[in-house]
Nanobody, 123 residues
Framework: QVHMVGSGGGLVQAGGSLRLSCAAS????????MGWFRQAPGKEREFVAT????????SYVDSVKGRFTISRDNAKNTVYLQMNNLKPEDTAIYYC????????????????WGQGTQVTVSS
């Protein structure tokens, strides 16, 4: 059974930093592309970042480029999202996700999802 547990969210002032983690179990982690998505109140879930399997290339939504960095530690079955220079518009529930396919911007490409972790950025 696959479990994905996200952590690291919290309340931070604008300009601050947070690092999200997502620990996965029950799957061959290195074989999966990993993604981070977020959902703000009243909005649809949106793509944030993805990193290909076997620590391949990564990609980001334009609004976080230069501020967020996705990385993975295949030995620890964990994917990270380092978020710097946070802005109030980054406030959302952040979800990690795993896909057996190529890294994708589409939520439908991901099979397994974490439970979400809340990030709140105050102005």
């Amino acid at each position: 059974q696959v479990h994905m547990v996200g952590s690291g969210g919290g309340l931070v002032q604008a300009g601050g930093s947070l690092r999200l983690s997502c620990a996965a179990s029950g799957l061959t982690f290195s074989s999966y592309s990993m993604g981070w998505f977020r959902q703000a109140p009243g909005k649809e879930r949106e793509f944030v970042a993805t990193i290909a399997r076997y620590s391949g290339p990564s990609s980001y939504v334009d609004s976080v480029k230069g501020r967020f960095t996705i990385s993975r530690d295949n030995a620890k079955n964990t994917v990270y999202l380092q978020m710097n220079n946070l802005k109030p518009e980054d406030t959302a529930i952040y979800y990690c996700a795993a896909s057996l396919g190529l890294a994708s911007l589409l939520p439908s490409a991901y099979t397994y999802w974490g439970q979400g972790t809340q990030v709140t950025v105050s102005s």
